[in-house]
């Protein structure tokens, strides 16, 4: 990594970079470590973000539900979005990003300084909100830890509606000619998206098991999402013949696949934007549907936040850190162990 892209550190910084993961030194925390710690603030539940193995755990109170759906029996502290609390000294909320429930921003602050560390967060440059959860809200900081998933300018999301619309084309016509439709999504934040995007009057709509899960989590939380049936309590088979199945990539060679008869398969994701990407991946289609920011996404959120100085994690962090420079902020990037959950191949089964 070229020197001048890494984040240089200053006295007063409220987060630093440590082998754990980011840290708040004045207030003794984490945020998403991906090592063991005493105190862990997460931003949301997805794997990468949400690790097993630290003391205590703190989120936001939507996103409670599927964390200990995640990780088990832990000591869980949930805060309500906006409301203050103090870490030895330091006031720390936790703001809505719209990426999926429960997601959150976290802003810190010590001494008139004002940091916040995004997580992950879904802005779009087509100016969609996420109805799956609460949107994201722009918070003003001095320096802002911002993601960069999709960081570069090939990637606009189209407007929601319209990939919706072709969701639900697509569907149609597998259930004209008697198939099912098997859409590859993320169980966790993407499966919701599509739920409550849907015309779910079309045909019945089937899930997988650890969509099933989760989908539990969201309607708990309040979460409206259309009715949906496991594989096991679908008796007609013809029912599948019309029926959207919403299911992890991972399941795409396997007995759950193998069960649904003749379907046509399509993964939803902000890398099926890529041709290459499409083509690797061998379903019959793709939809670039994204729970994260994309680039005029990006751009709007960190103006929003009035930030001066801006510390881009998460993939695709030169170009953005170089075209933050040129609109003269200070600009960096911090190494991390987050992953990309928009990830194509989640073999969970
Ligand atoms: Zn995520
Ligand atoms: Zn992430």
Not at 88 to 114: C, D, F, K, T, Y
Not at 126 to 147: K, L
Not at 282 to 309: E, K, M, N, V
Request: hydrophobic share 40%; net charge neutral.
């Amino acid at each position: 990594m070229a020197g001048d892209r890494v984040a240089p550190r200053q006295p007063q910084d409220l987060v630093v970079l440590r082998p754990e993961g980011l840290y708040c030194p004045q207030g003794d925390f984490h945020i998403d470590p991906w090592r063991p710690v005493p105190r862990a603030v997460i931003t949301h539940a997805h794997a990468d973000h949400a690790r097993r193995g630290h003391q205590a755990y703190l989120c936001s109170a939507p996103g409670a539900g599927v964390l200990r759906e995640r990780l088990g029996g832990i000591n869980l502290q949930a805060l309500d979005y906006g409301k203050r609390i103090d870490m030895n000294g330091v006031a720390v909320s936790l703001h809505p990003a719209g990426h999926v429930l429960g997601s959150a921003q976290v802003r810190i602050e010590h001494r008139g300084q004002v940091w916040v560390a995004s997580g992950d967060y879904f802005v779009s440059g087509a100016g969609d909100a996420n109805a799956s959860c609460t949107p994201f809200e722009p918070v003003r900081c001095h320096t802002f830890i911002t993601e960069s998933t999709f960081g570069l300018p090939v990637y606009r999301w189209r407007p929601q509606a319209e990939l919706m619309a072709e969701i639900d084309r697509w569907w149609q016509g597998n259930a004209e000619v008697g198939r099912a439709s098997l859409l590859l999504a993320y169980s966790f934040g993407k499966a919701q998206r599509v739920l409550t995007g849907v015309d779910a009057g079309i045909g019945p709509i089937v899930v997988h098991d650890t969509v099933h899960t989760i989908n539990r989590a969201y309607r708990a939380a309040g979460v409206a999402l259309p009715v949906t049936l496991r594989l096991d309590e679908v008796k007609d088979i013809n029912l599948l013949r019309r029926a959207l199945v919403i299911a992890p990539p991972g399941v795409r060679s396997g007995p759950f696949a193998g069960a649904l008869g003749d379907f046509g398969d399509a993964f939803a994701s902000g890398w099926m934007q890529l041709r290459g990407a499409r083509r690797r991946q061998g379903a019959d289609r793709g939809f670039a549907l994204s729970d994260h920011a994309d680039w005029p996404g990006l751009q709007s959120a960190i103006a929003a936040t009035g930030a001066q100085r801006v510390i881009v994690t998460h993939g695709e962090e030169a170009v953005m850190v170089r075209w933050l420079q040129q609109q003269g902020l200070q600009a960096g990037s911090f190494s991390t162990e987050f992953g990309v959950d928009d990830a194509l191949d989640q073999a969970q089964g």
